[in-house]
């Protein structure tokens, strides 16, 4: 585009500085006219209407309760996010941006349309939104990290209490965060078994569908165990061995020392290994209902229009961030949200003979038969 200008500019050097600007300093009686910039009607008072709403009322819209709101607005306050202007632009508090980003990610508005509702133009909302959405993503250590000391021994013990099953220490899987077709030539790495183009969101969780664990960005068609072989829990897992702990997985995961998938069934499992499976998938669903409460919360989740690959996987931990505030101040959704269920039981792409840990805990849980 601007080389385009330039290239314009050389060939039209001989006219009138009129024609690119519509100003000249013969025409200073009629600048005012020519400067006017379009005044847009929006809504103006869009905030202060939400701050009528009762808490259920506005946690339909925001999908998060006001306490849950007010600490990330508290957040943003204490941080100087925002950028502050003594003339010409109008300041955007910490309360408006949250509320326009909460907005942006619980419901599935284009910018156009969060511009006019909260009032600033397109280009503001999307800066507004993309600086609390890098905050949040900057910030996501202190609230998504693996568990040590007396909130692991937690962990483990709630999962043994489940499941029947000791040093359980989180479960993980992929869930496809669907996008439109990239603008690029590979777009078609992008495009899933499912028929539509996503990313790839990896995560763990503990026993209270905390994430853990997030890796996400990686094109829709990339296998479940390829994902984990890029993803740093990999080397997490074959460096530090979790500290003698392991995660669930579903078939489509190899069989680890830390890593512990189901028998696969083709027919002839025993009574034993049947009953293993089942008491496997009760408790591994905990990821699912989990990635079924982040897309349940946050809709944007279930289809991003922008075409803006690093836009959207920045969304997508974002999101991933306020799921665990939410944990933490208990702010559950209501029952009506069904959790998400992702159809990836895939076929293992690669045999691996290491399953002595299942061969372990399946040892262990019927030792007494």
Known sequence: MIREFLENEDESSSSTDSEFFCLSSEDTDTSSELVERRKLTRITNFVNITKKYDNMQFKEHFRLEKTTCNFVIDLLNTRNVLSSYKCGRENISPEKA???????LANTETFRQISDRFGVSKSSAHGIIMKVVNFLVNKSQNYIFWPSGRRKLDIIKNFKEKSGIDGII?????CHIQIKKPQTRHAYVYYNRNGYYSILLQAVCDCDKRFIDVFCGEAG???DSRLLKKSSLYERGNTERLEDNFLLGDSAYP???WLVPPFKDNGNLTLNEKTFNNRHSSTRVVIEHAFGLLKGRFRRLKFFENSDILLIVKCVVAATVLHNLCINFEDILPLEYEPHTDDNEERNEQQFNNSSRREQVFSKMFMTQ
């Open 98 to 104: 949250t509320y326009m980003t909460l907005w942006y």
């Open 170 to 174: 989180g479960a993980v899987d992929g």
């Open 221 to 223: 068609s990339m296998h």
């Open 255 to 257: 069989s680890l020392n």
